[in-house]
């Protein structure tokens, strides 16, 4: 089992940057493939599934990462192994940004690394945290 726990959201002006964090424990022995993923509060609201929510960036056990075309460019994820946190750094925020960010890991990424845009309805990911919210105001 792998706990994951969400923090850094935060309302923001257009423009602006937040770093999220994602602390992991538990089963942390090993790397995962991580990934940060969004769904709009409306959505959560409604109860849309997990699996639909939007993926945003990923990255895998070999430190590879790949990013949605709406985030590239202004959007980092890492990781530091040694403190088991996952980040994303988000620039230039937009208000179709806002949404509450999610922090999944799995054992394994698909291979190639697919876009991460549908990837948890295509593949799934083993763990959730509970998110955190982010709100870009014009």
């Known amino acids: 089992q792998v706990q994951l726990v969400e923090s850094g959201g935060a309302s923001v002006q257009a423009g602006g940057s937040l770093r999220l964090s994602c602390a992991a424990s538990g089963h942390t022995n090993r790397r995962y493939c991580m990934g940060w993923f969004r769904q709009s509060p409306e959505k959560e609201r409604q109860g849309v599934a997990r699996v639909q929510r939007e993926g945003v960036a990923l990255i895998d056990s070999d430190g590879d990462s790949i990013y949605s075309d709406s985030v590239k460019g202004r959007f980092t994820i890492s990781q530091d192994n040694a403190k088991n946190t996952l980040y994303l750094q988000m620039n230039s925020l937009k208000p179709e940004d806002t949404a509450i960010y999610y922090c999944?890991?799995?054992?394994?990424?698909?291979?190639?690394?697919?876009?991460?845009?549908?990837?948890?309805?295509?593949?799934?990911?083993?763990?959730w945290g509970k998110g955190t919210l982010v709100n870009v105001s014009s």
């Open positions: 999944a890991a799995d054992f394994f990424c698909a291979r190639p690394l697919p876009t991460p845009d549908s990837y948890a309805r295509r593949y799934g990911m083993q763990y």
